[in-house]
């Protein structure tokens, strides 16, 4: 299969993509009820309360981000008030509407998280959004006991992202937006992804399961 790579595709494609899993991640919120808030996920730390809160948090920054704002306040995360499910829904229409706006690929987007001053192109920026919530999509999948599905030209672009994600010493600092990479040896597209980017796909392992590497039962803390 040929593997489409984020720089071969077009401005109306990457959107859609990102779009795509943005609305998958959407249609997983709806299931959530009151008492799955509490429950972990993939995201050590994180129950699907605090997943859903970063997620919705990032949407907003990202919007911003494609304005031409930067403001590490808008970075800053949000309550969800009374409603969080119909928050984090309002919250993928905003991001999914600031970047259905024309010539957002040759945008540059301030991204503050980085570090002061730091901004990438509108494509790579975008990249970044889109690999976060083709993964989230499956954290909260994993949380919830469901599946989450996605085409294979999306996982195609999805991988070619998350190899293009440097490794090392960096993903075990404190906060790194992933951890190490875990050992791959088989499974499905999603699986070969979330490994590449420090997730194990078998999350939660049975009890006395031995990790492949050592990071294995420390997913990521913040994307």
């Known amino acids: ?18 779009g ?3 609305r998958a991640s959407v249609e997983l919120a709806a299931r959530v009820r009151p008492a799955d808030l509490s429950r972990p996920t993939p995201c050590l730390g994180w ?12 949407h907003y920054g990202f919007a911003a981000a494609s304005r031409g704002e930067d403001d590490l306040a808008l970075w800053r995360l949000r309550p969800l008030g009374d409603d969080p499910v119909g928050s984090y829904r ?21 991204l503050p998280e980085f570090g002061s001053g730091v901004a990438f192109p509108g494509r ?11 993964v989230h999509s499956w954290d909260l999948a994993k949380a919830l006991g469901a599946e989450v599905t996605f085409p294979p030209d999306l996982l195609d672009a999805a991988l ?23 050992a791959w040896s088989g499974g499905s597209r999603m699986d ?29 803390s913040s994307a």
Do not use: K, N
């Not at 129950?47 to 919705?56: F, S």
């Not at 070619?160 to 875990?182: I, K, N």
């Open 20 to 22: 795509q899993a943005v």
């Open 124 to 134: 790579q920026a975008i990249s970044f959004h889109f690999i976060d919530y083709v």
């Open 160 to 182: 070619a992202v998350a190899r293009a994600v440097p490794d090392g010493r960096a993903r075990r600092e404190p906060g790194a937006a992933f951890a190490p990479a875990l």
């Open 90 to 110: 309002t919250s993928a229409g905003h991001v999914m509407e600031a970047f259905a706006v024309g010539g957002v690929l040759e945008r540059v987007f301030p």
């Open 1 to 18: 299969m040929h593997m489409r790579t984020i720089d071969s595709l077009a401005e109306a494609d990457l959107v859609a993509l990102d």
């Open 192 to 220: 070969e992804i979330v490994a590449a980017l420090g997730r194990s796909p078998g999350w939660p392992e049975p009890a006395g399961a031995v990790a492949v590497l050592g990071t294995a039962s420390t997913p990521s």
């Open 47 to 58: 129950t699907v309360y605090g997943l859903l809160a970063h997620m919705t948090t990032q």
